[in-house]
Structure formats: C-alpha cells, structure tokens
C-alpha cells in the first residue's frame, strides 16, 4: 500500500529569527505531535535517540526532547541540562523536541533577533512547580556531547557573556549555583605554518591575557622545522617565546592522506577541549592540498554550534586588535552585515583614488558587498570607472539615477537596512579609508552591539572613521577642537580613549539599521509639515538650521530630540581611519587656491597605516589597540558630548530632547515618554497623546502625503 505525505512549505519572512519562523509554521500543525527542528535537523544525535524522539512515548503532556535548561534564581544565569541515564526536568528545550500542538496554537512570530528565544518560549509554558519541558535519558555521551554544544549555540546565559554548560540532576543542582564548564573560555586557533603563529601572536596573547584557554595547532611544522615525533599522538608539543608572551602549541605530523589529516585535527579538537566555543582558522591564501577534507571537518564542528572565524594568511599580521575581543563578541563575528555605500557623481580622480583605498584595506575573511550609487549627471569618466570596477570581497551593486535628486537624497536613499544586523558604511567620494578602517568598525560594532548586555546601549546610532578636529555646530562658527585636550582639561582618565558625540559623520562612518529606518520616517513627517513647517528650527542656537538642503541637519534634529550619540575614535595627532579631501563638489565652492588650501588643511587628516613587517622582530601592534587598557572601554566609561563639542552626559541629552519635544508641540507627545524613548518610531517625536493614542499616530503617519523639492 502506497504511503502519501503531505507536505506544507512556509515562507521564512525577511527580518524573523529561525525559531520564531519554526514555531509560526509549527501553529498551523493539525496532528496531536510536533517535531520541532531547527536548521541542523536532528543534529548529531545517536541513532537511537533519534528513534526514541520521533517514536515519542510520551509519559506526560510536556515538551521532551535530549537537551534543555533550567532557570536559577540567579537572573543572569541559566543551567544547561544535559542528558543522563535517567529522565529529567527542565525550563525549557532547545531543538530537536517534540511537544503537544495544542502549546504552539495562536504563536505569533515577532520581528527581530532573539539569542535567547527559546527560553523566552519556555517561560510561557512553564508550569508553577518551575517544570516545563522533559530530557529524555540516554546513556549515549555523544548525545551529551551534542547537547552541550547546543547549550552554547542557543546561549543559555541571559547576561550577554559565554554560556555556561553543566549537567545537573534534579537533586544536585541548587537554583542559585551554576557549574562552570572548561568550554566557556575555551577557543582553539588553528594556523598553516608557525610563521603564521607568529604574526597572529599579538591576538592570541591578548586572548589569554583576557583569561581565555588559547588551544593553538600549526598544521604543517615540517615546513618550519624539524622536532623529534611523539609515537603516542599524531602531533608535538611545542612553545613559541614572542614578546609579547609565551604560546604553547601543537603541530601535526603531516600526512599526505588528506582524511588522515582532517582526522588528526579532529581527535585534537577533542583531546584539547571537547567543547570548543570558537575555532579561528588562519586560511591557506592558495588552494592547499588538505584544506577540503578540513573544511569538511570545520563545517562538522560549526554544526555542532562551534562559531567558526576564517581569516586568511595575508590578514593574520593585523589581528591584533582581535584579542581584545571577548569570547561573548567573538561568537557574535558573523552576525553583523556590513554593507559599502559609495556616492558619486562628477569627480572620477576622487572615485579612483577611495576605490584604490577600498581594495587596500582589510577585511579578514568577511564578505563585503558594495554599492555605487551615480547621480544622474555622473560623467562619462566616473560611469566608465564604475563600469570597470572589479571587487573581490563580495558582490557589487550599481545605481543610476535618471533624474537628478541631489546630495540629500542620494546620501538618504543610497541605502535601507533589510535586518537589524545589516549596517552601512557610508562614503561619498572625495573621502580616503585606511587600510584598517575596516577592523575599526567591526571591533566597534562587535562590542557595542553585540558584547555585554551593558555596553548595548540603544542610543548608539553608529561608529565614525573620521577623527573630530573642528566643531561647525557653534553659532559663532567653526572651532578647532582636539578631544585630548578637552580630557585633560576635565580630568578625565584616559585622553586616548574614543567618546561619544552627537555630531553625524558624513566624511566615512558606521551608520545602524533601527536609527537610519527612523531618520527616513523622520523625514517623511518633516517633509510632509504635517505638523511643523519646514521652516521651524528644530535644535536651538546650531549652524545646521542653515543648511537648508543637508541631509545632516534634518539627522542632527533627530539626534538632538532623541539623545543619539555616535562613537568617535580618538587616536593620537588626529590620526584617522578617514580623511576627506575637500574637494570642490555640491557643499566647496570655487575660491582662490590660497583660502582653499588653507580650509582644506582644517579637515584632511592622517590615515592609520599598516605596520610594515620588513626588519621587525616583534609582533607588530596595527595601533588600533591604543585605547585604555589596551580594549574598548565599557559604554558607561566612554566620555560624552553635546552638538557644540561640551561635555555631557547621556541622561542629559535625553532629558533636553524630551523638553524640545514639548516646546515644538506644545504638549507632552508619545515619543517623551521613557517606556518609548527606544521606539524608534519618528511620528511619536510629533504626536501629543495619552497611553491610547499610539495607534492613531500610527494612522495619521501611515495616510502622511509627503512632498518635499530638493
């Protein structure tokens, strides 16, 4: 007899998570049982717990499956339970498991990632005894094996740092104590030659002296030198003395069996640590023999939720930076979407030369899309450059207009964020990059977006490339400024540390997704004057409300009326992950070349450099780790300041845009209360109400006409 399965096939909706995809889709099962998988079905599971899954013997009306957590009574921390000879009670569980449809009827799936969303599931089931969920026993220990590994890809700590994995029974695990495992500090660092080691070594000493286990194995040390083998293991032990610190490692007996090879780095990753959190790969710049069968076995460990980092050869000498990282920001590495957005229009030397500047740069392994946005005036020289441009990082992504639109709207619509992961780099063409501006903004976002809890502060709005050496904002015009010396004039405690200003940067920045969807709502109201004519100046005594076709001066309002601040770096004689060149174009006019040169000199700043290797004995340090102590500081550490270059504080910004609020509107609106301060929703800045009447500022927004001649 013919067996007929039917088959439902859901659409993953741009901007969900993948587990409030897969519970979305499970609300529409019609059987009694879900299976709930994730992305890696079911996983690495011993076949038999596969069969005890699906065959589902249910003893009670609860989720089971072979992995879970529990909640303690300590908010920050969350026991991973794993399986063990006998049943056990969770919190929650993390895919695979099956569960009654009856628990999913009525799941409506939210925008957004959630790291945490599996437990936030299991607190709506949880029952009153702190029970929600079942472990099923095994005496299988690859099935603990796998679910510890699941514990750290799902991130069962909720304080932001590396999750912590122990196997507890009912009776030995007290709510208030969690187990510390090896894994959570434990990364493995794997590289082709101890040449390679030795330029990566300022990283790795960084992350040991972070307290992280640093597990390294060279791949190849026959090419480097000669060592006595040890019959018991296919590798040696060795020590590699920088100075910087000493590096333990080990190195493969290389064999020119492929698999055997994979093979070894296999039985090391497990004999070092079974649990490794992060596994970093110096990559071969040329195809090399054994990369496939170990890429195979990369692909295995990442799998198993291992975070996996590839950088290549030519990159390594430029980590540095990368051992200031937490292990937190290091399992994050792949979450950001950086995206490059170039503007152009009529100066072709200016294009080429941020192009060559663009291929200069480092990018250590990630994929770089870019976009080239060309004014409907572009000439033919910039068209053929744009035409001939050749990227090797990623895909490239041509604009032309038909109708010119000017500066503010070709900076404005020059890009929109699909995820709150995506982020743009926003260049226009008269601006150069270092070859480390790249790394600048990836260290920034990695720990200001996605380290510790307390360094995710929603007023960060993006990271500028371009070192602050004058403030235009005041009314009595431009002001040499030089962060340093403000410092040192108040005292603060480190003059070289970054800071915090509300000034936008428009010559090379990090601009994030939450706040440029706002800014392109805040333009709609402001456009439309349905409830302030353009004319009315929205931030008090600044330069910008002359700028009456910027897109910076309508940003700057909504800066001010919200407390948005952008991080700036602070390096010493003002050197600079961007300049900008001045060059004549829609905001420098024609002048005599001596006031020209001189206005330039104002703002065209040194570029950071790379070290040059050529006769060094030392580890070479890129210069991005001259912060204080060596890190990026705590977001409560970081100095702020106001649009006039004064020292502020946060609460202090927010506190004077919820008053400007009041003044334009003449009554307290949605968008001053502190329940929506982080609403992002622009039409709130404007709309007067009581606790109900967010929807109908909705409403009036959603039927806004806007028409705005630039």
């Known amino acids: 007899m013919d067996t007929f399965l039917d088959i439902s096939v859901v659409i993953w909706a741009e901007g969900f998570d993948e587990g409030a995809t897969v519970l979305g889709a499970a609300a529409q099962a019609v059987t009694e049982y879900t299976l709930i998988m994730g992305s890696e079905g079911l996983g690495d599971l011993d076949e038999d717990s596969r069969d005890q899954l699906l065959s589902h013997p249910l003893l009670m009306d609860l989720p089971t499956g072979f992995c879970g957590g529990r909640f303690t009574k300590v908010q920050s921390h969350t026991i991973c339970v794993s399986p063990l000879p006998e049943t056990q009670s969770a919190s929650f569980l993390v895919p695979p498991f099956v569960l009654s449809s009856s628990l999913t009827r009525g799941f409506n799936a939210s925008v957004g990632h959630n790291p945490n969303f599996w437990s936030e599931f299991g607190r709506t089931l949880i029952h009153q005894d702190g029970i929600g969920a079942v472990v099923q026993e095994t005496e299988k220990s690859t099935d603990k094996v796998w679910c510890q590994a699941q514990c750290q890809r799902f991130g069962l700590v909720v304080d932001g740092t590396a999750p912590e994995c122990s196997t507890v ?400 770096p602070n390096y010493d004689d003002f050197v600079s992950l961007s300049t900008n060149h001045l060059e004549i174009g829609s905001h420098v006019k024609e002048q005599p070349r001596s006031i020209y040169d001189q206005k330039k000199a104002l703002f065209t700043l040194p570029l950071l450099t790379l070290p040059d290797p050529v006769g060094s004995r030392n580890a070479l340090a890129t210069g991005l780790l001259d912060l204080p102590e060596d890190q990026m500081p705590a977001w409560s550490e970081l100095p702020v300041l106001d649009l006039l270059g004064h020292l502020s504080s946060n609460q202090e910004l927010e506190q004077c845009g919820m008053k400007r609020q009041k003044e334009l509107i003449g009554c307290t609106t949605i968008g001053s209360r502190a329940e929506r301060h982080r609403s992002f929703e622009a039409e709130e800045l404007f709309t007067c109400g009581s606790e109900n009447d967010g929807d109908e500022a909705d409403d009036d927004f959603d039927n806004m006409d806007v028409h705005y001649d630039i």
């Open 169 to 568: 029974t009912d009776a030995d695990a007290p709510e208030d104590q969690t187990t510390h495992s090896a894994s959570s500090s434990s990364l493995a660092i794997i590289l082709p030659a101890l040449s390679d080691l030795e330029s990566f070594s300022p990283a790795v000493c960084g992350l040991i002296r972070n307290g992280y286990d640093a597990h390294v194995l060279i791949l190849s040390h026959n090419l480097d030198h000669d060592t006595s083998r040890d019959g018991s293991f296919p590798w040696l032990h060795d020590q590699l003395i920088s100075n910087v610190c000493e590096i333990s490692y080990s190195a493969l007996h290389s064999s020119s069996n492929d698999y055997a090879n994979a093979e070894a780095v296999r039985f090391w990753l497990k004999s070092a640590n079974e649990l490794m959190s992060v596994i970093i790969y110096g990559t071969y710049d040329t195809m090399h023999a054994s990369t496939t069968a170990l890429e195979i076995e990369l692909e295995r460990q990442s799998g198993l939720g291992t975070t996996i980092i590839k950088i290549p050869q030519d990159d390594l000498l430029y980590c540095d930076w990368i051992g200031s990282l937490s292990l937190t920001e290091l399992r994050s590495w792949h979450f950001p979407s950086v995206e490059l957005t170039v503007i152009t229009n009529d100066r072709p030397n200016s294009l080429l030369r941020l192009f060559k500047s663009l291929k200069s740069a480092r990018y250590f392994g990630d994929s770089i899309n870019i976009r080239i946005n060309q004014e409907q005036t572009a000439d033919l020289e910039t068209r053929r450059l744009v035409d001939t441009f050749t990227w090797q990082h990623g895909h490239v992504f041509v604009h032309h207009r038909v109708v010119h639109a000017g500066l503010l709207i070709a900076i404005v619509e020059s890009w929109y964020p699909r995820t709150n992961d995506s982020y743009a780099i926003i260049l226009e063409d008269d601006v150069e990059v270092s070859p480390m501006f790249y790394a600048w903004s990836k260290m920034a976002l990695l720990h200001y977006r996605y380290g510790h809890l307390e360094n995710k502060i929603p007023s960060l709005f993006g990271i500028s490339l371009y070192q602050q050496k004058q403030i235009e904002l005041r009314p009595e015009g431009r002001r040499p400024f030089d962060a340093r010396s403000l410092f040192d004039a108040y005292g603060v405690l480190y003059r070289n540390t970054p800071y915090l200003s509300q000034i936008p940067c428009s010559w090379g920045a990090v601009y994030f997704p939450e706040h440029w969807r706002e800014f392109h709502s805040y333009l709609m109201v402001r456009f439309s004057e349905a409830w302030l004519p353009l004319r009315e100046h929205v931030v008090p005594h600044v330069r910008s409300n002359r700028w009456a076709k910027s897109w910076k001066r309508f940003f700057i309002e909504l800066v001010f009326l919200r407390g948005y601040v952008m991080l700036y």
